[in-house]
Protein backbone atom coordinates (compact mmCIF):
# COMPACT_ATOMS: atom_id res chain seq x y z
CA UNK A 1 0.00 0.00 0.00
CA UNK A 2 2.84 2.14 0.76
CA UNK A 3 4.88 1.70 -2.60
CA UNK A 4 1.23 2.53 -3.93
CA UNK A 5 0.63 5.16 -2.45
CA UNK A 6 4.67 6.94 -3.39
CA UNK A 7 4.41 5.68 -6.93
CA UNK A 8 0.51 7.69 -7.10
CA UNK A 9 2.60 10.57 -5.71
CA UNK A 10 4.98 10.82 -8.16
CA UNK A 11 2.54 10.16 -10.94
CA UNK A 12 -0.78 11.58 -10.24
CA UNK A 13 -1.12 13.82 -12.69
CA UNK A 14 -0.75 11.19 -15.42
CA UNK A 15 -2.70 8.78 -13.15
CA UNK A 16 -5.94 11.69 -13.00
CA UNK A 17 -5.52 12.14 -16.42
CA UNK A 18 -5.83 8.26 -17.56
CA UNK A 19 -8.84 7.72 -15.38
CA UNK A 20 -10.83 10.78 -16.53
CA UNK A 21 -10.35 9.78 -20.49
CA UNK A 22 -11.27 6.49 -19.73
CA UNK A 23 -14.80 7.49 -17.54
CA UNK A 24 -15.80 9.67 -20.33
CA UNK A 25 -14.39 7.61 -23.17
CA UNK A 26 -17.02 4.81 -21.67
CA UNK A 27 -19.50 7.23 -20.80
CA UNK A 28 -19.90 9.07 -24.07
CA UNK A 29 -19.50 5.20 -25.98
CA UNK A 30 -22.27 3.76 -23.92
CA UNK A 31 -25.12 6.68 -25.16
CA UNK A 32 -27.96 5.41 -27.02
CA UNK A 33 -27.38 7.39 -29.49
CA UNK A 34 -23.58 8.53 -29.62
CA UNK A 35 -23.86 11.63 -32.85
CA UNK A 36 -20.73 12.82 -34.40
CA UNK A 37 -19.22 15.11 -31.67
CA UNK A 38 -19.41 12.93 -28.90
CA UNK A 39 -17.77 10.10 -31.14
CA UNK A 40 -15.02 12.32 -32.16
CA UNK A 41 -14.62 13.74 -28.37
CA UNK A 42 -14.50 10.16 -27.50
CA UNK A 43 -11.63 9.28 -29.56
CA UNK A 44 -9.98 12.22 -28.67
CA UNK A 45 -10.20 11.07 -24.95
CA UNK A 46 -9.07 7.25 -25.72
CA UNK A 47 -6.01 9.21 -27.12
CA UNK A 48 -5.43 10.94 -24.15
CA UNK A 49 -5.79 8.21 -22.56
CA UNK A 50 -3.23 6.13 -24.36
CA UNK A 51 -0.91 8.96 -23.90
CA UNK A 52 -1.55 8.86 -20.01
CA UNK A 53 -0.89 5.10 -20.27
CA UNK A 54 2.24 5.77 -22.31
CA UNK A 55 3.35 8.45 -19.97
CA UNK A 56 2.99 5.85 -17.03
CA UNK A 57 4.47 3.05 -18.66
CA UNK A 58 8.14 5.33 -19.79
CA UNK A 59 7.89 6.99 -16.05
CA UNK A 60 8.25 2.83 -15.10
CA UNK A 61 10.82 2.53 -16.51
CA UNK A 62 12.83 5.73 -16.41
CA UNK A 63 12.69 5.17 -12.82
CA UNK A 64 15.15 2.27 -12.26
CA UNK A 65 16.83 3.99 -15.17
CA UNK A 66 16.94 6.96 -12.64
CA UNK A 67 17.96 5.31 -9.70
CA UNK A 68 21.11 3.93 -11.75
CA UNK A 69 22.30 7.15 -13.13
CA UNK A 70 22.32 8.22 -9.24
CA UNK A 71 23.93 4.73 -8.49
CA UNK A 72 26.25 5.70 -11.19
CA UNK A 73 26.82 9.46 -10.25
CA UNK A 74 27.30 8.74 -6.80
CA UNK A 75 30.09 6.00 -7.10
CA UNK A 76 31.40 8.27 -9.40
CA UNK A 77 31.89 10.87 -7.34
CA UNK A 78 33.39 8.23 -5.04
CA UNK A 79 35.82 7.10 -7.04
CA UNK A 80 36.68 10.71 -8.15
CA UNK A 81 37.20 11.49 -4.33
CA UNK A 82 39.26 9.08 -3.99
CA UNK A 83 41.31 9.75 -7.32
CA UNK A 84 41.96 13.28 -6.22
CA UNK A 85 43.43 11.65 -2.86
CA UNK A 86 45.58 9.10 -4.74
CA UNK A 87 46.56 11.94 -7.01
CA UNK A 88 47.79 14.18 -4.13
CA UNK A 89 50.12 10.96 -2.44
CA UNK A 90 51.27 10.63 -6.20
CA UNK A 91 52.33 14.73 -6.52
CA UNK A 92 53.97 14.16 -2.95
CA UNK A 93 55.64 10.90 -3.83
CA UNK A 94 56.83 12.98 -7.18
CA UNK A 95 57.75 15.90 -4.73
CA UNK A 96 60.17 13.37 -3.03
CA UNK A 97 61.65 11.56 -6.12
CA UNK A 98 62.35 14.61 -7.36
CA UNK A 99 63.89 15.69 -4.02
CA UNK A 100 65.95 12.44 -4.10
CA UNK A 101 66.84 13.36 -7.85
CA UNK A 102 67.67 16.83 -6.71
CA UNK A 103 69.70 15.75 -3.64
CA UNK A 104 72.11 12.96 -6.00
CA UNK A 105 72.39 15.40 -8.38
CA UNK A 106 73.80 18.01 -5.80
CA UNK A 107 76.00 15.07 -4.15
CA UNK A 108 78.65 15.89 -6.96
CA UNK A 109 78.44 19.36 -6.39
CA UNK A 110 81.62 19.07 -5.57
CA UNK A 111 84.03 17.75 -7.91
CA UNK A 112 87.83 16.48 -6.34
CA UNK A 113 90.70 16.45 -9.00
CA UNK A 114 94.18 16.34 -9.00
CA UNK A 115 96.60 18.88 -7.55
CA UNK A 116 98.17 18.69 -11.20
CA UNK A 117 94.89 19.72 -13.01
CA UNK A 118 95.35 23.05 -10.51
CA UNK A 119 97.01 25.12 -13.49
CA UNK A 120 94.91 24.07 -16.14
CA UNK A 121 91.81 25.18 -13.59
CA UNK A 122 92.82 28.06 -12.87
CA UNK A 123 93.62 28.70 -16.68
CA UNK A 124 89.80 28.08 -17.26
CA UNK A 125 88.43 30.11 -14.91
CA UNK A 126 90.34 32.91 -15.98
CA UNK A 127 88.84 32.61 -19.57
CA UNK A 128 86.07 35.03 -20.70
CA UNK A 129 85.61 36.05 -16.72
CA UNK A 130 84.37 39.04 -15.10
CA UNK A 131 84.96 38.85 -11.94
CA UNK A 132 87.26 37.47 -9.45
CA UNK A 133 86.90 36.64 -5.59
CA UNK A 134 90.21 35.35 -4.03
CA UNK A 135 90.76 34.81 -0.11
CA UNK A 136 93.76 33.43 0.79
CA UNK A 137 96.93 33.69 2.16
CA UNK A 138 99.66 36.40 0.62
CA UNK A 139 98.24 36.37 -2.77
CA UNK A 140 101.45 35.48 -4.77
CA UNK A 141 99.95 33.45 -7.67
CA UNK A 142 97.07 36.31 -7.58
CA UNK A 143 99.23 38.95 -8.37
CA UNK A 144 101.83 37.06 -10.37
CA UNK A 145 99.26 35.35 -13.35
CA UNK A 146 95.80 35.64 -12.04
CA UNK A 147 95.46 39.58 -12.39
CA UNK A 148 97.82 40.50 -15.06
CA UNK A 149 95.67 37.85 -16.94
CA UNK A 150 92.37 38.56 -16.35
CA UNK A 151 93.22 42.46 -16.85
CA UNK A 152 95.02 41.66 -20.34
CA UNK A 153 91.54 40.09 -21.58
CA UNK A 154 89.82 42.30 -20.22
CA UNK A 155 91.45 45.34 -21.85
CA UNK A 156 91.03 43.33 -25.37
CA UNK A 157 87.78 42.64 -25.10
CA UNK A 158 87.06 46.48 -23.64
CA UNK A 159 84.82 45.29 -20.69
CA UNK A 160 85.28 46.12 -16.71
CA UNK A 161 86.69 43.83 -14.61
CA UNK A 162 85.59 43.31 -10.78
CA UNK A 163 88.20 41.90 -7.83
CA UNK A 164 87.20 41.08 -4.28
CA UNK A 165 90.59 40.14 -2.71
CA UNK A 166 91.41 39.23 1.41
CA UNK A 167 94.17 38.83 2.62
CA UNK A 168 96.32 38.59 6.21
CA UNK A 169 96.90 42.20 7.39
CA UNK A 170 100.73 43.03 6.86
CA UNK A 171 100.34 45.13 10.00
CA UNK A 172 99.49 42.40 12.48
CA UNK A 173 102.92 40.70 13.44
CA UNK A 174 100.51 37.69 15.30
CA UNK A 175 98.90 36.48 11.91
CA UNK A 176 102.00 37.10 9.90
CA UNK A 177 103.89 34.99 12.30
CA UNK A 178 101.02 32.44 12.38
CA UNK A 179 101.30 32.08 8.32
CA UNK A 180 104.89 31.71 8.34
CA UNK A 181 105.03 29.25 10.68
CA UNK A 182 102.23 27.43 9.01
CA UNK A 183 104.24 27.55 5.21
CA UNK A 184 107.52 26.92 7.11
CA UNK A 185 105.76 23.41 8.43
CA UNK A 186 104.31 21.99 5.52
CA UNK A 187 106.40 19.03 3.98
CA UNK A 188 107.03 20.55 0.56
CA UNK A 189 107.72 23.53 -0.76
CA UNK A 190 105.74 24.79 -3.51
CA UNK A 191 107.30 23.84 -7.45
CA UNK A 192 109.90 27.28 -8.18
CA UNK A 193 109.92 28.57 -4.42
CA UNK A 194 112.65 30.94 -4.32
CA UNK A 195 111.65 33.46 -1.79
CA UNK A 196 113.61 31.46 0.81
CA UNK A 197 112.64 30.12 3.92
CA UNK A 198 109.02 31.44 5.72
CA UNK A 199 109.31 34.21 8.22
CA UNK A 200 106.82 36.96 9.51
CA UNK A 201 108.98 39.27 7.42
CA UNK A 202 108.76 37.41 3.95
CA UNK A 203 105.16 37.20 4.33
CA UNK A 204 104.60 40.94 5.10
CA UNK A 205 106.81 41.74 1.83
CA UNK A 206 104.49 39.19 0.00
CA UNK A 207 100.98 41.00 1.12
CA UNK A 208 102.59 44.36 0.25
CA UNK A 209 103.94 43.46 -3.25
CA UNK A 210 100.20 42.12 -3.93
CA UNK A 211 98.76 45.87 -2.61
CA UNK A 212 101.20 47.09 -5.19
CA UNK A 213 100.69 45.50 -7.78
CA UNK A 214 96.86 45.79 -7.77
CA UNK A 215 96.97 49.58 -7.40
CA UNK A 216 99.79 49.71 -10.03
CA UNK A 217 97.42 47.50 -12.45
CA UNK A 218 94.33 49.64 -11.28
CA UNK A 219 96.25 52.67 -12.36
CA UNK A 220 96.48 51.55 -16.26
CA UNK A 221 93.27 49.59 -16.79
CA UNK A 222 90.64 52.28 -15.68
CA UNK A 223 87.93 49.57 -15.97
CA UNK A 224 89.28 47.41 -13.41
CA UNK A 225 87.39 48.01 -10.00
CA UNK A 226 89.50 46.54 -6.59
CA UNK A 227 88.51 45.57 -3.60
CA UNK A 228 91.36 44.66 -1.15
CA UNK A 229 90.50 43.63 2.73
CA UNK A 230 93.22 42.37 5.24
CA UNK A 231 92.31 40.10 7.68
CA UNK A 232 93.56 39.54 10.97
CA UNK A 233 93.39 36.09 11.19
CA UNK A 234 94.57 33.15 8.52
CA UNK A 235 92.98 30.44 6.76
CA UNK A 236 94.54 27.28 5.45
CA UNK A 237 92.25 27.33 2.50
CA UNK A 238 92.47 29.85 -0.80
CA UNK A 239 89.50 30.39 -2.37
CA UNK A 240 89.65 31.53 -6.06
CA UNK A 241 86.03 32.07 -8.00
CA UNK A 242 84.81 33.82 -11.25
CA UNK A 243 82.18 33.59 -13.20
CA UNK A 244 82.32 29.50 -14.33
CA UNK A 245 83.53 28.28 -10.99
CA UNK A 246 85.21 28.50 -7.28
CA UNK A 247 88.26 26.04 -6.78
CA UNK A 248 89.34 25.58 -3.40
CA UNK A 249 93.01 24.48 -2.21
CA UNK A 250 94.49 23.71 0.84
CA UNK A 251 97.94 25.30 1.57
CA UNK A 252 99.47 22.22 0.65
CA UNK A 253 101.43 21.70 -2.87
CA UNK A 254 100.22 17.73 -2.37
CA UNK A 255 96.88 18.32 -1.85
CA UNK A 256 93.85 17.82 -3.72
CA UNK A 257 91.78 20.46 -5.40
CA UNK A 258 88.17 21.38 -4.63
CA UNK A 259 85.74 22.72 -7.84
CA UNK A 260 81.90 23.75 -7.87
CA UNK A 261 80.12 24.45 -11.03
CA UNK A 262 78.49 28.26 -11.07
CA UNK A 263 75.20 26.08 -11.51
CA UNK A 264 75.43 24.20 -8.54
CA UNK A 265 74.03 25.68 -5.41
CA UNK A 266 77.22 25.44 -3.43
CA UNK A 267 78.90 28.15 -6.04
CA UNK A 268 76.21 30.77 -4.57
CA UNK A 269 77.30 29.57 -0.57
CA UNK A 270 80.90 30.52 -1.80
CA UNK A 271 79.83 33.59 -2.76
CA UNK A 272 78.33 34.79 -0.02
CA UNK A 273 80.57 33.35 2.31
CA UNK A 274 83.73 35.57 0.69
CA UNK A 275 81.20 38.77 0.36
CA UNK A 276 80.91 38.36 4.23
CA UNK A 277 84.16 37.49 5.16
CA UNK A 278 85.36 40.42 2.92
CA UNK A 279 82.84 43.03 4.70
CA UNK A 280 84.27 41.98 7.95
CA UNK A 281 87.74 42.45 6.98
CA UNK A 282 90.01 45.78 7.30
CA UNK A 283 89.51 47.92 3.74
CA UNK A 284 92.33 49.12 2.12
CA UNK A 285 91.12 52.66 0.26
CA UNK A 286 92.45 51.61 -3.32
CA UNK A 287 90.96 54.58 -4.36
CA UNK A 288 93.21 56.75 -2.85
CA UNK A 289 95.99 55.46 -5.30
CA UNK A 290 95.37 58.05 -7.88
CA UNK A 291 96.74 60.49 -5.47
CA UNK A 292 100.26 58.59 -5.41
CA UNK A 293 100.68 57.92 -9.16
CA UNK A 294 103.35 54.99 -9.60
CA UNK A 295 105.11 55.41 -13.21
CA UNK A 296 106.04 51.93 -15.48
CA UNK A 297 108.87 51.13 -13.02
CA UNK A 298 107.98 52.64 -9.61
CA UNK A 299 110.73 54.49 -7.77
CA UNK A 300 110.90 54.19 -4.58
CA UNK A 301 109.43 57.49 -3.74
CA UNK A 302 106.31 56.52 -5.37
CA UNK A 303 106.05 53.35 -3.71
CA UNK A 304 107.04 54.68 -0.43
CA UNK A 305 104.40 57.34 -1.06
CA UNK A 306 101.66 54.76 -1.65
CA UNK A 307 101.52 52.68 1.21
CA UNK A 308 101.60 56.18 2.81
CA UNK A 309 98.45 57.29 0.90
CA UNK A 310 96.79 53.31 1.90
CA UNK A 311 97.82 53.72 5.34
CA UNK A 312 99.86 51.05 5.53
CA UNK A 313 103.19 53.02 6.22
CA UNK A 314 106.24 51.14 5.17
CA UNK A 315 107.96 49.86 8.34
CA UNK A 316 110.99 52.26 9.01
CA UNK A 317 113.02 49.65 9.24
CA UNK A 318 112.65 48.77 5.15
CA UNK A 319 115.78 49.57 3.70
CA UNK A 320 115.87 50.64 -0.18
CA UNK A 321 116.93 47.23 -1.04
CA UNK A 322 113.38 46.38 0.91
CA UNK A 323 111.46 48.16 -1.11
CA UNK A 324 113.55 47.15 -4.35
CA UNK A 325 112.60 43.76 -3.57
CA UNK A 326 108.27 44.07 -2.97
CA UNK A 327 108.61 45.80 -6.22
CA UNK A 328 110.40 43.04 -7.80
CA UNK A 329 108.20 40.41 -6.12
CA UNK A 330 104.70 42.68 -7.64
CA UNK A 331 106.12 43.71 -10.85
CA UNK A 332 108.33 40.85 -12.06
CA UNK A 333 106.54 37.77 -12.17
CA UNK A 334 108.10 34.62 -11.52
CA UNK A 335 107.40 31.07 -11.95
CA UNK A 336 105.02 30.62 -8.51
CA UNK A 337 102.55 27.89 -8.78
CA UNK A 338 99.22 28.11 -7.49
CA UNK A 339 99.16 27.07 -3.62
Not at 215 to 221: A, M
Request: glycine content about 6%; proline content about 4%; charged content about 30%.
Amino acid sequence: MTRFAVWLGKNADAFIALVIAVVVAVLGLGADLPNETEITNSAILAVVGLMATSILRDRARRAPVEAEVRDALRESTETIGELSSRMERVERLEGVVDGARRALDESSVVRVVSRAQLDQLLVAARRGTDRWVYKGGTGAYLRERTLPDCVAEARRERRTLLFRVELVDPTDDAVCETLARHRASLPERRPGDTGGPWTAERVRKEVLATILAACWHRQRFGMLDIDLGLSRSMTTLRYDLSASRVIVTRDDPAGDVLVVDSDKFYYGWCGAELQTSLDQARRVPVERARTAPLGDEPTLAEVRRLFEVLDLPLPRSYADRDVVEIVRKALRPGAVAPV
